[in-house]
T-cell receptor
Framework: AQSVTQLDSHVSVSEGTPVLLRCNYS??????LFWYVQHPNKGLQLLLK??????LVKGINGFEAEFKKSETSFHLTKPSAHMSDAAEYFC??????????????FGAGTRLAVHP | DAGVIQSPRHEVTEMGQEVTLRCKPI?????LFWYRQTMMRGLELLIY????????DSGMPEDRFSAKMPNASFSTLKIQPSEPRDSAVYFC??????????????FGPGTRLTVT
């Protein structure tokens, strides 16, 4: 079975400092991994995805994530936080359903606060 | 493309009333998903369709919940009768297996349901 654990429920950073949101996954096969962002009262937007190509994945808005199979991790980083990055971030792993489709399994989310 | 469209955006109803949520997926997408988001349980997959056929409804909480997809461009999620514990944000998402983005799900803005 597939699962994902986001290690921090809340992260607070100052504007201009680096961001690190941690995610560990469990999968019985080579997974697809995603990071989604949800701004307040908005839907979910895909930040980036890993699908067995390059292990360092670049996404939108300066975010990137590195797939580390040995550590079963897929941490999200950004060199310099911006006020507009304040949102909830979800680490997601694809999982097989009885219908054969890779459904998405969401982590509990990490709420990122950015202070001036 | 207009993206995934959901209506209404907000719904307030009294306990015992029937509630119908609507979703229009992205044209050409052959998978459609209904999710529920609450503070306590996070994001949960309720049901998904492939080519208008329900494939996995194991996440539907009770018989009070039902979902239909009469054609490729429209789906409904109905709750009858509604209860206060159904209060949540309900998201619809769609996807396709076609490259270059197989399994990537596109989310609608959500319907915020409040049952009093």
């Amino acid at each position: 079975a597939q699962s994902v654990t986001q290690l921090d429920s809340h992260v607070s950073v100052s504007e201009g400092t680096p961001v690190l949101l941690r995610c560990n996954y469990s999968s019985s096969y080579s997974p697809s991994l995603f990071w989604y962002v949800q701004h307040p009262n908005k839907g979910l937007q895909l930040l980036l995805k890993y699908t067995s190509a390059a292990t360092l994945v670049k996404g939108i808005n300066g975010f990137e994530a590195e797939f580390k199979k040995s550590e079963t991790s897929f941490h999200l980083t950004k060199p310099s936080a911006h006020m507009s990055d304040a949102a909830e971030y979800f680490c997601v792993v694809s999982g097989m359903t009885p219908g054969g489709y890779n459904k998405l399994i969401f982590g509990a989310g990490t709420r990122l606060a950015v202070h001036p | 493309d207009a993206g995934v469209i959901q209506s209404p955006r907000h719904e307030v109803t009294e306990m015992g009333q029937e509630v119908t949520l609507r979703c229009k997926p992205i044209s050409g997408h052959d998978y459609l998903f209904w999710y529920r988001q609450t503070m306590m349980r996070g994001l949960e997959l309720l049901i998904y369709f492939n080519n208008n056929v329900p494939i996995d409804d194991s996440g539907m909480p009770e018989d009070r919940f039902s979902a239909k997809m009469p054609n490729a461009s429209f789906s409904t999620l109905k709750i009858q009768p509604s209860e206060p514990r159904d209060s949540a944000v309900y998201f619809c998402a769609s996807s396709t297996l076609r490259v270059p983005s197989p399994y990537e799900q596109y989310f609608g803005p959500g319907t915020r349901l409040t049952v009093t």
